[in-house]
Every structure is written in structure tokens, then in C-alpha cells.
């Protein structure tokens, strides 16, 4: 292979289509952010819509901003600006409440479209929370339930006509290993069993097509790829087909049909809103759409493209100038396989990571090997990807991470 | 009685220990914020919390903000800074999620400590929310459990040794009526039941005793009397006996023993933690926190002198000057029983409320008859009292709302 020189990498910044959308963003100087994959860096625009959704609408609307400044519907129109990022419909989607919540929403509400069926199939090595959210949603429900853990490459043998939910990540949290939505939705409807896809690590980083992949229900987190904010708040999708036949647990008066008749008794509202629980967090929620607004009015092919570009990139470059220093690349090296970033792993792993950020290169380091770096298009460049690379190999050299201060014991990473 | 004038108003005005606390606090000019109760306004420096969090801590420090900004301990801490409030210890209490998704927790950790029986008590007149949240959860539990609604009167008759639980909410939202705490949670002990309570219309409003009554759980909102912003999250109590011994079913990574260890199953943390659920929104989470500092730094026994002074007076003022125009006071009269609003019903209550924010006074209307207004210490001044009721008088005696645009068919209130 022809070698790749910082110049070339300076070539393809010249010819990137979607190097306006950099200009969106505020980042520290001296900072290549590799962490967008986690807490995506600010927009811009974030400060002026805080102030004006704090000073402007809280402070001198006030209550009245409900109404006039469209908070009561804000979880709605957020959602209608999303879904087209995730092959959604407007009317399918809404922005509210914790990743974890809205994952017991759609697993209860899966399992309610499926009552003869007692197991759902996870990936048990899936960023945990989705797995302890439907655990304790199993034990909760009292009636021989069944969560069943299966890897990857077990995932077929596991999906049979005894499942009533399958419940998956689309790409993996450390690995960023794609899972491929329409062959397993696919087999998922075939033994008559629900699809639920979560798209935390996918949502704004590649275009996902739930309606072309007859998705029943996913979520996914708008704090990572959409740049909404930290812990901004997660989506919620329902296939208009199954909106008003089943109903989600988490019944609060924002998904009742008449919110404000307060009625005594629960009744459910028959579209999404029935996928909301009660009042939200406004200030959050309304910084959020800033995000997604960007993600939204870019090409999703083009984020992907590049996205898909700088990965193959950065593992060009480790390969080209890192061989020597024992990094795996545990990622695929198929971008068709790949999500968004690049996972190394380093017995060293934890004090190189220490290195590179005190070295202007944020990545991060998940127990107990793994150096994880999101490769994300609106805001990198693929002199970034040189630049962080340089960095990588600098430390090693030098052997910089070995110094004292970079291997001090971290409490939370 | 003697007749109260607006000097006598200014008067208390004058004498007011917490007045003080008026200057943490913008509102638009004439205005007379009587909403409160339903959505606190400003503090002054909730948007320099706002741009700290947003510019600062997002924008430059990106995601090592959530050890070196405390945003991962953020629920706690903002947790133990509201715990005196309310009668609650340090590690007893954390702020996070939406009111309606911890009650799902309080009651279901109720229901677990008192596993052989299956009946919860509530108010049926309730804000709803809790009710239809309380509904959805029995309905997912599946197992013979029983929601009984009563009536304040009917309560202690209701309250008997087949109930599990008994949750109430303290301060009614439309009356304003305040239960007994200490009287209700004897009773429900007395039973073998475990007692919860709602605190959304009393936390903040007035000197709240939990553990003084021993009460096992409760909840929460923070958007009201405590001025944390639209939507802000709200609180959950475990009493410090309980924690340990039995977990709440919204099981995600927050609530984890070790959520950094990833680990593939859930091992509830023994603490409040188990409380949480998974990451939150940090903007709304610490705008927040400039809201509960200034209750937390103000005499509680003060706030409710001031806030039952306040309500006496607009009860006597509307009894001095608008006794002839069929208003009828549905809150209690005696302030020991009331929480920090006061209700008024009347056939046109709706225009009347119109006409009255039209002017100035935003107080607000619940159907089909009521008119809140919210007596809130922190911001209201006894003249404030004088001219909200100076200004009802004027739009009753001239009629001003029967004015077309005042009777406009309202969407939402």
C-alpha cells in the first residue's frame, strides 16, 4: 500500500463536502476531540438557545411558555426533526426522558404486541444499562419471564419461534462492530417475534432506516452523534402500524388522550405521545434540538461516507506508523461492519489514553484494555485523524505514558 | 374586623424578615406572578448557571466535565443540599427524572416492602399523573393488585390491615388543602402499611418533616416552590432504614453497584443511588441547583409564616373587596390546613383569569371553574397580595371580562 503522508490527509480535508458543518461547532483549542462517540462537543448555537429558553421564555414568558413557546408539544417537534435521520415518519418519533426509560417503554410495549411469548434476546456484552433496565423489567413483570444473553455470532440459533422480543444495539458501545438491522429484523419477523433496536451508537452517525427495515420500536440517545448536550434527553420510535394497539407502562399525563381533562383514569393516548410519561426537562430538552438540527439538514450518506473514510483512515495510520507498539485494532476493519469509531486495545491501554488527552488527543479508555476514539464527520477533520495518530505515536516513542502521572489509578473513565 | 388597607400591606412589606430573598429573583415588570406554584420564575442567576454548565463545563472541559464538574454526582449533591428542606438526612435524598417515573419507583419499592398484600391507597381527586402512573404499574405487576381511591374523609376509614401502601400527596393541587402528615403516616403504620408521600405542592412551600414522621418514601418536583426551571427534575426519598433492602424496578446504569465496571447483570447499589436511573440532563439538572440553594439558605419556618400570612391575606381581601361578585374561597380557610395557594372558584372563572393576566396578574385556571393563585414567599409581596385582589375587583366591577377576547375557548391552560 502507498504510504499516506499528512499531505494526502490535507487533500481529502480540501475535498470534503461536508467541511461547512465544522463551523458549527465550538471546540477547545489544541483539542482533537475523539470522545463524540460518547458526549458530543457544543454547537454554536447552544449558548444563544439556553439563554433565550432561559432568559427569554422562563424569564419573561414564564408560565405562558408552554403555550406560546411550544414547550407542552417541544418532545413532538424535536422527534418529527430527528426521524428522518433514522428512517423514521413524522408522527413516529418523540425526544423525552433517559435512554434506560424509554427502554423499558419498548420492551414492555414489544412484549405486550407479543403476549404468548415469554423470552427476549439481548447481547449480553451490550452497554449494560439495556440489560439491566429489562432485567429488572422482567423481574417486575413476575410471570416467567425470560432474558436470554447471546453474542453476535450465536444471534440466529437464538432467534427461534420461542422469542417474543429481540432487543439489540446496533453498533457496539466498545467495539463499534455494526450489526446488520435488516437481515435481523428480518429473521426476527420470520419466527413472528418483535424487533426492537437500540441506536444510541448509531442515531446521527450512519443513516439508519428503521421503516425500510420494518423496525416495530427502537430508542436511541441524542447526547453522542446529535451533539444535543450532556445527558440530553434519548428518542423513542413506534411504528405508526402499532400506535393505540398496546400500551407502554410508564403512564404519566403526558401520554394521556386529554392531558389537561384530568381525568381520574388512565387513557391512553393513541399515537406516539402515548410514549411520553410527565413534564420535562425544558432547558435540556430545547439545547438538544441545536444538534439535531445539524444532523438533520446534512446528508446522512455524506456523514457516512466520511465517516466510513476516517475510520479506514485512522487504522491506515496506526497500522502505517504504530505497528511496532502492540495496539489490536478490535474494531472491524470492514467499514460496511463499522459504526463511528475505532476501539485499540493496549495492555497499557489506560496510561496511553492519559497521555494522549494531556496531549490535546481526547479519546477514552474502557476497563480493562481498551482505547476507544470516535471518528465523527461534522466536527473532525482528516488532519485530525493525522494529527491524532502523530500524537499516538510521539507517546509511544518516547514512551511518555510510562511517566508516573499518566498511570495514576482512575476512579471513573 | 378591622378593614385592611394597602398602608397595613406595605406595612407587613415593611416587617418582612425573608424580603430579602426578592432580590434572587427577576420578573418582568408589572407583573404579579401568582403561578408559583406551578412553575417558580427566575432566579437571578440561573442563566450564569446556565452559561457555566453550557460554555464552560460542555464547551471547554467536554467530557471530562463529568468528574472534574461533579455531573456524575450531581443527583446526589443536589439531593443532599434539598434533604433539609424537607426533613431528610444526607444520602436520603437525590434529584433526577420526571416526577411521574419516581413515583414507578416509591411505589413499587413500597409494594416490595410489603410483599403479602396488594392493595394501594391514593386520593382519587389526585393530580392525575401519580394515579395513571400507579395504574400502569399494577397493571404491569399482573398479579391481583388493587388501587383504592378515597377521598380525604374517607381516608382513615379506608387505611386497614389489607392495604400494602398508602400514597398521598400533601398539599392538594387544586385546593391547596394540606393533609397531616404525621397523622396519616401513624395510621398507616398503626395498619403494617408503608407510607409514601408526594411532595410536589409542599416541598419548599412549607416546613416538610420526613423522617420527624417517618415516613418511608417519598417524591418530589422542583419546577414549583423551588424555582429549578421548566420542567426541572424532580426528588426521591428512601428513608436511610430501607436503602439496601429493597430495590426499585427502574433498574439502569446510575443505580448500578459498579456502574463503571460494566458488568453484565444488575447489582443494585445499597445506597440512594439505586434510585437513579441513567444519565440525566445535566443542563436542566444543574440550573436546578441555584433554585434549591436559595429555599435550602431561607428559614423554612419563615417561608411558611410569610406564605400563611400571605394567603390569609388574599382570603381577607377578596372576602373585603369582592364579596359580591360569587367567588367562592374552596381552599381551606384555616391556614394549618392549607399549602402556600388559594383557590377560588366562579362560573366565569375562566375569562376572569383571562382578564386578570391580560393586566398583570398571572394566577392560573383549572377547569371547569377554578382559579389558582400561588401565595410564594420568596418573590410575593404583601402588596403584591393588595394589588392582585385591587385588580380582581376592577375587572369584576367594570366587567372587563366579558370582553370577546377573554372568552376565547381556551386549548390549553
Same mark, same amino acid.
Given at each position: 500500500? /502507498?504510504?499516506?503522508?499528512? +499531505?494526502?490527509?490535507?487533500?481529502?480535508?480540501?475535498?470534503?463536502?461536508?467541511?461547512?458543518?465544522?463551523?458549527?461547532?465550538?471546540?477547545?483549542?489544541?483539542?482533537?476531540? @475523539?470522545?463524540?462517540?460518547?458526549?458530543?462537543? @457544543?454547537?454554536?448555537?447552544?449558548?444563544?438557545?439556553?439563554?433565550?429558553?432561559? +432568559?427569554?421564555?422562563?424569564?419573561?414568558?414564564?408560565?405562558?411558555?408552554?403555550? #406560546?413557546? !411550544?414547550?407542552?408539544?417541544?418532545?413532538?417537534?424535536?422527534?418529527?426533526?430527528?426521524?428522518?435521520?433514522?428512517?423514521?415518519?413524522?408522527?413516529?418519533? #418523540?425526544?423525552?426522558?433517559?435512554?434506560?426509560?424509554?427502554?423499558?417503554?419498548? $420492551?414492555?410495549? =414489544?412484549? &405486550?404486541?407479543?403476549?404468548? &411469548?415469554?423470552?427476549? $434476546?439481548?447481547?449480553?456484552?451490550?452497554?449494560?444499562?439495556?440489560?439491566?433496565? $429489562?432485567?429488572?423489567?422482567?423481574?417486575?413483570?413476575?410471570?416467567?419471564?425470560?432474558?436470554?444473553?447471546?453474542?453476535?455470532?450465536?444471534?440466529?440459533? *437464538?432467534?427461534?419461534?420461542? *422469542?417474543?422480543?429481540?432487543?439489540?444495539?446496533?453498533?457496539?458501545?466498545?467495539?463499534?462492530?455494526?450489526?446488520?438491522?435488516?437481515?435481523?429484523?428480518? &429473521?426476527?419477523?420470520?419466527?413472528?417475534?418483535?424487533?426492537i433496536w437500540d441506536l444510541c451508537h448509531s442515531g446521527g452517525a450512519?443513516?439508519?432506516?428503521?421503516?425500510?427495515?420494518? *423496525?416495530?420500536?427502537?430508542?436511541?440517545?441524542?447526547?453522542?452523534?446529535?451533539? !444535543?448536550?450532556?445527558?440530553?434527553?434519548?428518542?423513542?420510535?413506534? %411504528?405508526?402500524?402499532?400506535? =393505540?394497539?398496546?400500551?407502554?407502562?410508564?403512564?404519566?399525563?403526558?401520554?394521556?388522550?386529554?392531558?389537561? %381533562?384530568?381525568?381520574?383514569?388512565?387513557?391512553?393516548?393513541?399515537?406516539?405521545?402515548? @410514549?411520553?410519561? !410527565?413534564?420535562?426537562?425544558?432547558?435540556?430538552?430545547?439545547?438538544?434540538?441545536?444538534g439535531i438540527d445539524i444532523t438533520a439538514s446534512t446528508d446522512m450518506?455524506?456523514?457516512?461516507?466520511?465517516?466510513?473514510?476516517?475510520?479506514?483512515?485512522?487504522?491506515?495510520?496506526?497500522?502505517?506508523?504504530?505497528?511496532?507498539?502492540?495496539?489490536?485494532?478490535?474494531?472491524?476493519?470492514?467499514? %460496511?461492519? &463499522?459504526?463511528?469509531?475505532?476501539?485499540?486495545?493496549?495492555?497499557?491501554?489506560?496510561?496511553?489514553?492519559?497521555?494522549?488527552?494531556?496531549?490535546? $488527543?481526547?479519546?477514552?479508555?474502557?476497563?480493562?484494555?481498551?482505547?476507544?476514539?470516535?471518528?465523527?464527520?461534522?466536527?473532525?477533520?482528516?488532519?485530525?485523524?493525522?494529527?491524532?495518530?502523530?500524537?499516538?505515536?510521539?507517546? @509511544?516513542?518516547?514512551? /511518555?505514558?510510562?511517566?508516573?502521572?499518566?498511570?495514576?489509578?482512575?476512579?471513573?473513565?
Amino acid at each position: 500500500m /502507498t504510504l499516506i503522508t499528512k +499531505e494526502y490527509c490535507q487533500e481529502l480535508d480540501n475535498n470534503d463536502v461536508i467541511a461547512h458543518t465544522q463551523q458549527e461547532f465550538t471546540l477547545p483549542k489544541d483539542t482533537i476531540y @475523539m470522545c463524540g462517540n460518547s458526549l458530543g462537543p @457544543m454547537p454554536k448555537n447552544a449558548m444563544a438557545k439556553a439563554q433565550e429558553v432561559v +432568559e427569554q421564555e422562563w424569564g419573561k414568558s414564564l408560565i405562558t411558555s408552554w403555550n #406560546v413557546h !411550544g414547550w407542552f408539544n417541544l418532545c413532538q417537534s424535536l422527534g418529527d426533526r430527528l426521524a428522518p435521520t433514522i428512517g423514521a415518519d413524522a408522527g413516529e418519533v #418523540v425526544v423525552t426522558d433517559a435512554t434506560g426509560l424509554n427502554v423499558t417503554k419498548v $420492551v414492555a410495549a =414489544g412484549l &405486550r404486541l407479543n403476549p404468548t &411469548r415469554k423470552k427476549v $434476546v439481548m447481547e449480553g456484552s451490550n452497554f449494560p444499562t439495556d440489560n439491566y433496565v $429489562v432485567q429488572g423489567l422482567l423481574e417486575l413483570m413476575n410471570d416467567d419471564y425470560e432474558l436470554v444473553f447471546a453474542e453476535e455470532d450465536e444471534l440466529y440459533d *437464538v432467534i427461534d419461534e420461542s *422469542v417474543a422480543v429481540v432487543c439489540l444495539t446496533q453498533v457496539h458501545y466498545k467495539s463499534g462492530r455494526l450489526l446488520d438491522m435488516k437481515a435481523i429484523t428480518e &429473521r426476527t419477523h420470520a419466527v413472528g417475534a418483535i424487533s426492537i433496536w437500540d441506536l444510541c451508537h448509531s442515531g446521527g452517525a450512519l443513516p439508519v432506516d428503521l421503516n425500510g427495515c420494518n *423496525v416495530d420500536l427502537a430508542i436511541g440517545c441524542t447526547y453522542k452523534y446529535y451533539n !444535543g448536550g450532556p445527558g440530553s434527553p434519548a428518542f423513542v420510535f413506534m %411504528a405508526k402500524r402499532h400506535q =393505540g394497539k398496546v400500551q407502554q407502562p410508564l403512564t404519566g399525563w403526558w401520554g394521556h388522550a386529554a392531558p389537561f %381533562a384530568f381525568e381520574r383514569d388512565y387513557r391512553p393516548s393513541e399515537n406516539i405521545d402515548q @410514549m411520553l410519561t !410527565g413534564t420535562q426537562g425544558i432547558i435540556s430538552l430545547a439545547v438538544t434540538g441545536v444538534g439535531i438540527d445539524i444532523t438533520a439538514s446534512t446528508d446522512m450518506n455524506e456523514i457516512r461516507k466520511k465517516s466510513q473514510a476516517m475510520g479506514d483512515l485512522f487504522i491506515q495510520l496506526v497500522d502505517q506508523e504504530c505497528s511496532e507498539f502492540g495496539f489490536e485494532v478490535i474494531s472491524p476493519r470492514d467499514a %460496511a461492519r &463499522r459504526g463511528s469509531q475505532v476501539a485499540l486495545t493496549h495492555f497499557e491501554g489506560y496510561a496511553i489514553m492519559q497521555a494522549m488527552i494531556a496531549h490535546g $488527543v481526547m479519546g477514552d479508555f474502557r476497563a480493562p484494555d481498551t482505547l476507544r476514539f470516535g471518528l465523527t464527520p461534522l466536527f473532525l477533520t482528516y488532519l485530525d485523524v493525522w494529527n491524532a495518530v502523530a500524537q499516538l505515536k510521539d507517546i @509511544m516513542v518516547k514512551q /511518555t505514558y510510562k511517566e508516573a502521572e499518566y498511570n495514576k489509578k482512575h476512579a471513573v473513565t
